[in-house]
């Protein structure tokens, strides 16, 4: 009895002990479960032959739950969400790329534009230079001398070309004779200078005209046999003017005369300036008379004048107005049935050039195009003051596939291309006989960006605008067959 209780105590001595230096440790197992575990170390050995312990494999639990964690995570619900992104994300590179491919195409397309602008400059101001060197080699160049061989002239008795007395020039009364429009200014050319002691070699240039295929007709109505040589009469000064509208009213009406020049410059998002000059010599001067503005936009180079009033489309609308120039107010406004507008119908340059207005000897026309022709050219022919439709007319031909068209005689003819130096007139549709045929009337570009073509009756002359210059063509019209 007293051995047990002696173990007893030694039991509980010891007990004491080692719980002074024992330890407990609560963790989870791999599987999640909880685990307490008590230590007490060991009163023989220094260290544990092997590394371990309870921490050990609680820190090997924990780590095998964040794998486990981290590999769903990464290679699951994170993984299909990254995907998403990615799909996102490209179709966002894609689109961005798409407008990048298009911004580097248009610069493409303004950076060749720009340098054939330049190559044209420096070809004109290399023509400009040769004409310069070859003036002045022609006005530092003497007079050939009078040689002893030729006898002199004896004078001229019936011609009227004796010198007067006074001891003036046997020419003066040339210089000062008026020309056909009564212009009584001077017409003395600079360059040229009547030295006595030497003699001027005068010389006449005689430009052969090819006979007409058929009788002509210069008063009447006929159908159009040839087109003349393009005369440009101005330049543009800036890039405003690189496309516009230039008119003479054929039946002018007070304050202007059938002399005044008016001219709209089309580059820009809101048109309204008409400059009028006093007549074609103020024109190309450049000085206008009359400057007015508009009380609405004008859309593209479709204007026209007849008697007094200007006639033009609305900035993006099928609205046709009647701006009176004497009042300078709006007299008159009408939408244009169906007529497409703004890039729906154009002409082959675009432009807006889906409503074209044009005065003939028969009046006021408009050609455009509707959704029911399907693009077809549309030829209608307006009351002046009301400006409603009188008539119409559906031709054959697409107006997108033309780069112009004017109307002589009730007739509408089309131009082929508007950059070719050398196209043809290639349709014409006669509005009496409702009937339309291809035709081949040459025609010049001369200056290959032709933006407008209108026709003038009362001097029978095409209008145009070529690149930046006021252009105008004569023509030749067959005569009017008897029917």
Not at 107 to 125: I, P
Not at 251 to 264: D, F, K, L, Q
């Amino acid at each position: 009895m007293f051995l047990l209780l002696s173990l007893c105590v030694c039991a509980l001595l010891l007990g004491g002990e080692a719980q002074d230096r024992g330890s407990l440790w609560r963790g989870n197992d791999r599987a999640g479960r909880c685990h307490y575990t008590f230590s007490v170390p060991s009163p023989s050995e220094a260290s544990c032959p092997q590394t371990g312990g309870p921490e050990v494999e609680g820190l090997k639990a924990r780590l095998s739950l964040l794998e486990v964690l981290v590999s769903r995570l990464t290679g699951g619900e994170i993984g299909a969400g990254a995907g998403a992104g990615m799909t996102g994300g490209s179709g966002s590179q894609s689109g961005l790329q798409e407008a990048l491919n298009q911004a580097v195409g248009e610069r493409n397309l303004l950076r060749a534009e720009k340098e054939h602008l330049e190559r044209e400059l420096e070809g004109l101001q290399r023509r400009v230079e040769e004409m310069r060197r070859e003036t002045e080699k022609l006005r530092s160049r003497p007079c050939p001398p009078q040689t002893p061989m030729v006898p002199p002239s004896p004078p001229l008795q019936d011609s009227g070309l004796m010198r007067p007395a006074g001891g003036s020039s046997p020419m003066s009364h040339l210089i000062a004779r008026p020309n056909r429009q009564g212009d009584t200014s001077s017409l003395t050319d600079p360059a040229w200078q009547y030295r006595p002691p030497r003699f001027q070699e005068l010389k006449a240039e005689v430009t052969e005209v090819p006979a007409p295929d058929g009788p002509e007709d210069s008063t009447g109505c006929g159908q159009l046999v040839s087109v003349g040589e393009p005369v440009a009469h101005r330049k543009a000064d800036t890039i405003a003017g690189k496309y516009g509208v230039w008119m003479q009213d054929p039946e002018a009406m007070s304050p202007y005369g059938p002399n005044m020049v008016w001219r709209i410059d089309t580059v820009g998002s809101e048109i309204r300036q008409l400059f009028g000059y006093e007549d074609m010599e103020q024109l190309s001067k450049g000085f206008p008379s009359k400057v007015l503005l508009l009380p609405e936009a004008v859309e593209s180079t479709g204007a026209t004048l007849y008697r007094g009033s200007l006639y033009y489309q609305r900035r993006r609308s099928r609205t046709i107005l009647r701006y009176d120039l004497a009042s300078e107010t709006i007299a008159a406004r009408r939408e244009l049935p169906h007529a497409g507008f703004h890039g729906q119908f154009p002409y082959s340059w675009g432009g807006y050039t889906d409503i074209d207005l044009g005065v003939d000897e028969q009046g006021l026309w408009a050609v455009y195009s509707t959704s029911k022709a399907k693009g077809a050219i549309v030829i209608s022919q307006l009351d002046p003051h009301s400006l409603e439709v009188k008539r119409s007319w559906e031709t054959s031909i697409r107006k997108n596939s033309v780069a112009n068209s004017f109307v002589i005689c009730g007739r509408l003819y089309t131009v082929a291309s508007y950059t070719s130096p050398n196209t043809t007139i290639n349709y014409m549709y006669d509005t009496e006989t409702s009937e339309g045929k291809a035709v081949a009337i040459p025609f010049r570009n001369k200056f290959r960006y032709n933006s407008m073509i209108d026709y003038n009756p009362a001097q029978r002359k095409l209008f145009s605008w070529d690149n930046f210059h006021i252009v105008s063509y004569d023509l030749r019209l067959g005569r009017q067959q008897a029917n």
